[in-house]
């Protein structure tokens, strides 16, 4: 796997960050929150946080829903 030491990241904690700011977005958190330190894993934890807020403001399509697939 690829580390990038000197900075402290790689590809997996970069994943773990966007899914953190994807959680947090959708539990509302406010994107100032981000708890990490370094410029990259902010920049994927931010990622995730912008990623979840859009799919919170877009519609949800007919027949995409819960209700409509038990009914």
Known sequence: MT???KL???VQSLNK???HGYMAASMGMELSRCPYRSEVVIAAWEAGWEDASV???E???AGDDLL???A
């Open 55 to 57: 799919a919170a403001r």
């Open 68 to 70: 409509s697939w038990i």
């Open 17 to 19: 960050a966007y899914r």
């Open 3 to 5: 580390r990038e030491t």
């Open 59 to 61: 519609p949800v399509a």
């Open 8 to 10: 402290g990241w790689d």
